[in-house]
C-alpha cells in the first residue's frame, strides 16, 4: 500500500466491499445453525424421536442454508463484473446484506411452524423473504449495468446477458414461490427446495 | 511476504488494523439478527399478530442494522486517510470497536421496551450509545489529523476538512438525539431513524 | 486489481473459496463455546459442583473443537494443491461447510445427553456427523484428484499420494467411531477423542 | 498467485494462519455482548435499576473485551516476527485460540456470579483462564523463539528480548491474579483490570 498522500476520489475498490460482504454472508450462514436446538426428551422416548420432532426446523435449515450459498456465489459473480462502486451501489449492497442476514429469521419462523396451522403464513413470510432478496439482486444489478454504469469499459456482452436473463430468472421463480405459498404452502415449500437445487446444479456456469 | 528479518518499527499497518475492525463490525451487524424471535402464537391469532407485536424490535434492527452499516462506511473512509498506525490509534479504534459490538445490546432493551413505559430510557440508553460512539470517532480522528500525526505527507486539505466537518456534524446530530430522548422518546426514534437514512443518502460522497 | 473488462472464464479462484470457508469454518468453531453455559447453582453447592455438571459439555466442547480445528488444517492442505475451482467443487465444498457447520448441533446434542440413557443415541449421531464430513472430504478430493483434473500441471505424485491416503484413512476411523457407538458409546467416544489428538499430533506433516 | 504445481514444502504460511486467527479472535471478541441481557423489569422499577443489576455482567465485558483486545495485539506482534509455522506452531496456536474463544465462558460465569456467595470461585476460574492463556503464549514463543526456530534468518535481537520480557511479565501477572483470587477476589478483579489497562496504555511499544 502507497504511503504518499494521493486524493480518494473512488473510496471503495470492489474487492474491499466484495471482502465485507463476504464476511457478513459467511457469518448469516453459519449462524442459521444456532436456531436447531434438541427439544426435551420426554420420558420412554429417544434421540431420534426428537430429532424427528424438528425435522422441520432441520429442513428450514438445510434449504436457508443451500439458499444463501447460492446467493453467496451469486453476489460473487456479481462483482467479478462490476468494476466501479458509488454510493448507490454501496447502499443497494447493504440492503441485499440486510436482507441475507434477515433470512434467518424467518427459517426460524418457518422450522417452528411448519406442522402447525400457521405453516401457510410461515411459507409467506420465507418465500416472500426470498422474493424481496431476489428483487434487491435485480437491482443492484440493474443500476450497476444500466449503460455499463459500474462496468468495465468494455464488459463481455454475453456475460452481462447472462447475468440480466439469470437474475430476471431468479426473480421470477422466488415471486412465483411467493404466490404459490398462498395456495399450498407445501408445494411453495417443494418449490424452494428444488429452486435451491436447481441453482446448485453443476450444469450452471461458474 | 519477505522471509528476511527486517526490524518491526512499525507493527501495524493500517491495512492490517482494518481487515480485524472490518472481522468485527461485519460479526457485530450480523449479531443483530439473533436477537429477533418470535414470541408463543397463541391460540386464534397468526404469525402476522405475533410479527406485529415484535414490530418495535423489528424497527430497532432495522435502525441499528443502517447505523451500524454507515459506521462501517465511516470506519473504511477514516483508514482510507490515516496511512499509520500508533499504538494510541489502536487503542482508541479499540473502543470504537468496543462501542460498535455494544450497539447489540440497548437494541435488544429498545426492542424489548419500545411499547412499555420504559420507552423514555430505552431511548436514552439507545441514543446515548450512538452519541458515545460518534465521540470515539470524533476522538479518533481529532487524534490522527492533528499536526497530520497519522495521515500521509500531504493530504489532500480538502478531503481533510471534509471528515472534520462530517465527524462534528455526526456528533452534534446525535448528541442532540439524546438530548431529545429525553423530552419526546418518539421524536428522538424519528430522529435517529432520520440520521440513518440521512447518512445512507446517495447524495453524500464515498 | 485490473479496471479492465475480461471476459471471465474461471469465475471462482480457489484463494477466494479458501478465504470464504475459512470464514465459515472459524465462525463454526467458535460458535462452540455459545452452547456452554452454567447450570443454576443450587443451595450449598459451588461454581465446582456446577462445573461437574456440564463436563460432559466441555468435553463435547473439546472434541469438537480439536475436530473442525484438524478439519481446518485439511481444507488448508486441500487447497495449496487444488489450483482451479469449477462448479461441481464449489457445490462440494458447500456441502463440506454445511457439515462442518453442522457440528454444533450433534455437539450441544452429546453434551446434553453424554450422562443419561440416551448416550448411545447422540454417539451414533456424533460420530455419525464425522463420518459424513470425513466422506465429503474424501468426495471432494477424489473430484478434484481424478485425472488430476483440478490440480496443477506438474502435482508432485507424493503429496497426491499422501492425501489420498490421509482422506482414505481418516474416512475409515470416522466409519469405525460411527460403528463402535453402536457397541460402545463410551469407547466410541474415546475414539473420537483420540483421533483428534492423533491428527493432531506433530509427528504429522503439514 | 502462481498456477503451477511446485512442491508444497511449507503448507503454512504466518500470514495465512495469522488471518485464520484474526478471525476467530474477531468472532470471540464480538461473541461477548451476546452474553450481555436485561432482566425481567419488575413493576416499578426502570431500565436503570436493571442495568445497574447487571453492572457486573457489563464489567465482565469490559474486562474480557479489553483482555482479548490486548491478546489481539499480542497476537499479531508475535507473527510480525515469527517467519515460519511448522506443525507444533500450528497446534499451539490452536491452544492459543481454544483458550481465547473459552474465554467467553468463564466471563459469562462471573458476570452470572459476581455478587453471589460464589464470586470467589468465579475469580479463581476467571483468572485461571488467563493464566494459561498466558502460560499458551509463552509457550508458543518459546518454541518458536529457541535457537530463532522459527524466527528470520537475522532476528533483531531487542524485539526477540523484549516479547519474551513482556511475555513473562504477562504470565507472572496473571499468575498473581489467579493467586491473589484465593484470598481476595475483589482484589483480584481490581488487579485483572488493572493488567488490562496497564497493557492498553499508550506507553507501551507497538
Known sequence: MSQAARPNQAFFTPARLEAFSDGV????????????????????????????????????????????????????NLFKVIRHVDHTALVLNALL?????????????????????????????????????????????????????????????????TISRDYLFGLLAYLSAFAISFISPMLALIVTFGLAVFFVLPSRRV
Not at 442459521?32 to 429442513?59: D, F, R
Not at 426460524?108 to 424481496?132: H, K, P, Q, R, S
Open 97 to 161: 446484506l440486510l436482507m441475507i442476514t434477515f433470512v434467518n429469521f424467518p427459517t426460524a419462523v418457518l422450522g417452528e411452524l411448519l406442522l402447525t396451522d400457521e405453516f401457510g403464513n410461515a411459507m409467506i413470510f420465507y418465500t416472500g423473504t426470498f422474493a424481496v432478496t431476489a428483487a434487491m439482486y435485480s437491482v443492484l444489478w440493474r443500476y450497476a449495468a444500466y449503460k455499463h454504469r459500474l462496468l468495465g469499459e468494455n464488459p463481455e456482452p454475453s456475460v452481462v446477458r
Open 25 to 76: 454472508i459467511a457469518i448469516a450462514i453459519t449462524l442459521l445453525i444456532i436456531e436447531l436446538h434438541l427439544p426435551e426428551i420426554e420420558a420412554g422416548l429417544s434421540v431420534w424421536n426428537s430429532l424427528q420432532q424438528i425435522l422441520p426446523n432441520i429442513a428450514a435449515f438445510l434449504i436457508s442454508f443451500m439458499t444463501i450459498g447460492v446467493m453467496w456465489v451469486n453476489h460473487h
